[in-house]
């Protein structure tokens, strides 16, 4: 391994300090320096969506670059920025037709948040001001989207200049709150909602924002049935945007092209990144209804928030490359036909292993989560590192995974999240479950004589 200049925070995984050195890829399939060989069975953080180095989008990237890198978003428009719009739209479903691209999630986040609050200030509600979001969540690394998640780990040292956020339990089955049985689980969940907007006030709440399924602060942890429909529908009586964060778990990856599609709702913006561009330029995108638009419309014009990069055109001709790639090939199709038999093959080759909890999650978005005890779920000892571990172990035996930990209490509980290219073959999908297999019991094996 080689020592790597700017080593990364336990937060997210890391703090080891070493890493190898990118030198190449293909499809599934990374290279370091050292000529050693790696899965992607996470897809880095659940970002390159078809793999690696793909020629085509390569090619596509390379063709506009020669064109022009970026025609500045207020001075033109341009071939992919107008067919990256038809296609999310078209992708979106609804009439979440109406969209600004960004170059992260980050930024799609802070753009959600910014659409909201114009949206009611336009509407003459200038005193909804306030969100509301959830413990166990992740919304980004920007300030405000910080302040909306639910992940102390990533937040402790910034506690002091968050904006104040109103929060509500995360909706996990596996972990439900105290005392809440199945059946009680979402009617608690809504209740406890309809608190939380009573406390703030009706009239000040702009937004509910939540995970369909959330990523790293939980581990693919899908909301269980019913969840979503019951607080858009609570939102929604209350004149509260819902904000649907697909960052991660979006452009197909839970097999829909939107995940709340899979919960039966139609959120008032979306946003999303990640596997909006597979990784091989920065995209992002808040998308927002025709509604919401056409109040934009009757007012200033258009929604307030712009970057030098939004909408820049090397990254939006990625992006129209990468998903005409998932729509030739029918890859959200696809993931969601091959998805059940994974997630039971991952199941049954992980029943043995003491220390696995539970298997959960949506397409290829599946999340692992281990525990000292699986009677009680009680994790395991933080000072452990665990997550660290497992990626570590992973990487020496040519796995990218994506541990995380901190989704039983915020600080304790470990989990590896699974969420490998959309169209890996089943030959791949098989060495990313034994590798994970293989890693987990070397690890645990390791700790037991700790
Ligand atoms: C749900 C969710 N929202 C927002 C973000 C932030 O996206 P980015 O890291 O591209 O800024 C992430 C990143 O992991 C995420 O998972």
Known sequence: MQKTTTPFPAAFGGGSGTMPRISHGRGSYLWDTDGRQYIDGSCGPAVYCIGHADPRVNRAVAEQMD???????????????????????????????????????????????????????????????????RHRSWH?????????????????????????????????????????????????????????????????????????????AGGAVPAPEGYAKAVTDLCHANGILVISDEVMCGAGRCG??????????????????????????????????????DVFRAGSGAPLTAHTYSGHTACLAAGVAVQRIIEEEGLVAHVAGRAPRWIADLRQRLAPVEAVGDVRGRGYFIGIELVRDRETKAP????????????????????????????????????????????????????IAAKTEATLRAVLARIATV
Request: proline residues 6%.
């Open 140 to 216: 980004g690394n920007t300030l405000m989207a910080t302040a909306l998640s639910g992940f102390e780990a990533r937040r402790r040292p910034f506690e002091g200049a968050l904006p104040a956020v109103g929060r509500v339990s995360a909706a996990n089955a596996y972990r439900p709150p105290e005392g809440v049985g199945e059946n009680a689980l979402v009617p608690h969940l809504v209740a406890e909602l309809r608190a939380e907007i009573e406390r703030i006030g009706p009239d000040r709440v702009a937004a509910f924002i939540f995970e369909p399924v959330v990523g790293a």
């Open 67 to 133: 064109r022009v890198a970026h025609g500045y978003r207020f001075s033109f428009t341009s071939d992919p920025l107008e067919e990256m719009t038809d296609r999310v739209a078209r992708a979106m479903g609804a009439d979440l037709s109406e969209m600004v691209f960004v170059t992260g999630g980050s930024e799609a986040v802070e753009s959600a948040i910014k659409i909201a609050l114009q949206y009611h200030f336009e509407r003459g509600e200038p005193q909804r001001t306030r969100f509301i979001a």
């Open 380 to 431: 395991f000892d933080p000072n452990l590192r665990l997550a660290e571990r497992v990626r570590s172990e992973a990487m020496a035996r040519g796995l990218i995974c994506y541990p995380s930990s901190g989704n039983a209490d915020g600080n304790a509980g470990d989990h590896v999240i699974l969420a490998p290219p959309l169209n890996a073959t089943d030959a791949e999908l098989d060495e």
């Open 256 to 293: 829909a092209w939107r995940a709340s599609q899979v919960d039966g709702i139609v959120p008032d913006i979306v946003t999303t990144a990640k596997g909006l561009s597979g990784g091989y330029l920065p995209l992002g995108a808040a998308v927002y209804t025709r509604r919401i638009g």
